[in-house]
């Protein structure tokens, strides 16, 4: 007969979870598993997620510019991204000491929150870290691509990681994967190629942001490999360099076949290389808009692709799915998120899209299990990058911005993507080589001495400058002529 003592024996289990619950009692805080590195990420996942409400789960799907961002608007909205447009810098010519303290009053304002989930900061670095000063800039991706040297992009991508890191920021909208099918399109110059298995292997530029993913890695499953690293999305899903006539936005019409051999080729390599997030293009696909196309986006992306990190829009991307962006914005918050995508760039009218997408899941147009996912994804990127553990930046990496050893990259790049389009008239002597002993030479056209015309877009200012009027320029002038002299 079992004795009394073994009939009010308490399992180990048990007796293991109510001495959690003793420790917790004494120190006055609970076990948070998701606060927990130890834990798999898919359990910090869930542990949080439970925890959420559903103005903190809006908040994570929203990202706002850092000209009207705050770290108490972050807090009080529960913000999940910030970002930074073309050009949009916290001060003129500003340091890395204010970029990163910039970057972390945000970050304190998410941490100041219930549940502390922080903030992600997002900026472009197309081609190199371009908003910054004294940054190295690196060739346009469509000379990137005239190199055919995937190592070299790849030594790109490590180089602009380290400079972003530099800053306090660790995501980037980077790399542009259009294929520029017709050279009026006025972005051609971020398109490494009118070829897709050209842009298909200069993909290798995501490990080189993000780091390689280890072996016998899931297909789809973000990656980025620690604080030398940033968060990389792909752009712009999909097609946006095949739009009739090269008009920027507008209508590509091909079949589905098409797409796939053309438009998605760099979107299957992204997603093996565990690029952690994808940007919708503002352009349509045989008259659906992007933003608005539930089976390319959750039904080929996300359950065929098997893509596991987020989706994220367009600079206010969803404004354009009404004839008139903003006439029915309800309608293009319901649409957007019932399409897939899971955070909205969102820049200046966050208050509205907060609004409305609340109102959308407390009337039942939208199910949790959509937010849900959305936040789920928000979530696994942001534990995958080790925000939690590291949500605040140092000035540990400074130098690397704009170090010798990233300008000699650059150069290397500048001679790999240089063309000879035509060397001479037939029959006459060749103008190359020219001779060594050739006393002058005439440099001719608009860029010949511009150096603002000569680094394109995306550099300082979303569009570039001209000329050669501020101190960085006539910096990176001095550099050019030395390299060519």
């Known amino acids: 007969m079992m004795s009394e003592i073994s009939r009010c024996r308490v399992p180990f289990e048990a007796l293991l979870l109510l001495l959690c619950f003793w420790a917790a009692s004494i120190t006055g805080s609970e076990y948070l598993k998701y606060k927990d590195p130890k834990q798999p990420i898919n359990v910090r996942i869930k542990d949080l997620m439970k925890r959420m409400t559903l103005a903190e789960k809006i908040g994570q799907m929203t990202q706002i510019e850092m000209t009207v961002a705050s770290a108490d608007v972050v807090e009080n909205y529960f913000i999940g991204s910030v970002l930074s447009g073309g050009g949009s810098v916290p001060a003129t010519n500003a340091s890395v000491e204010t970029w990163v303290n910039m970057v972390n009053e945000f970050q304190r304002g998410a941490l100041s929150t219930r549940l502390g989930i922080p903030m992600i900061y997002g900026i472009d670095a197309v081609h190199g870290h371009n908003n910054v000063y004294k940054a190295s800039v690196f060739p346009h991706n469509v000379g990137l691509g005239v190199t055919r040297d995937p190592q070299l992009v790849k030594k790109i991508g490590a180089a602009t990681a380290l400079e972003v890191r530099a800053t306090g920021i660790p995501y980037v909208f980077a790399p542009c994967i259009a294929v520029c099918r017709d050279p009026r399109w006025g972005r051609c110059s971020e398109s490494y190629s009118e070829d897709p298995a050209i842009v298909k292997a200069m993909t290798e530029i995501i490990p080189g942001l993000q780091g390689d993913i280890p072996p016998g890695s899931h297909k789809g499953v973000p990656f980025v490999a620690g ?165 605040i930046a140092d000035l540990s990496l400074s130098h690397q911005l704009g170090s010798q050893e990233h300008r000699e990259l650059a150069r290397e790049a500048v001679r790999k993507s240089l063309v000879l389009l035509k060397n001479g008239k037939p029959g006459q002597e060749p103008a190359l080589p020219l001779p060594k002993k050739a006393r002058k030479m005439l440099v001719a056209g608009t860029h010949a001495h511009n150096l603002g015309y000569q680094c394109g877009g995306w550099t300082i200012t979303w569009q570039g400058t001209s000329g050669n009027n501020n101190s960085l320029e006539r910096n990176l002038m001095q550099e050019l002529q030395s390299w060519m002299l």
Request: hydrophobic share 40%; aromatic share 10%; glycine share 10%.
């Open 227 to 391: 604080k030398q690293n940033v968060a990389s999305c792909a752009k712009h899903y999909v097609g946006d360099g095949g739009t009739t006539k090269g008009i920027n936005a507008n209508n590509t019409v091909i079949d589905f076949h098409g797409l796939l051999s053309i438009h998605m080729q760099g979107y299957f390599s992204a997603v093996i290389k565990g690029v952690s997030t994808i940007m919708i293009s503002f352009s349509s696909w045989n008259g659906v808009k992007m933003h608005a196309n539930h089976d390319l986006i959750t039904g080929f992306l996300k359950n065929k692709l098997r893509f596991r990190g987020f989706v994220i829009s367009d600079w206010a991307g969803i404004d354009e799915l009404t004839p008139i962006p903003r006439s029915n914005y309800s309608y293009s918050v319901q649409t957007g998120v019932l399409a897939g995508i899971d955070m909205m760039m969102v820049p200046y009218n966050y208050t509205d899209f907060i609004g409305n997408l609340t109102m959308l899941v407390n009337k039942n147009f939208i199910p949790m299990s959509r937010i849900d996912d959305a936040v789920k994804r928000i979530l696994r990127v942001k534990f995958t990058m080790g925000l939690f553990e590291n949500p």
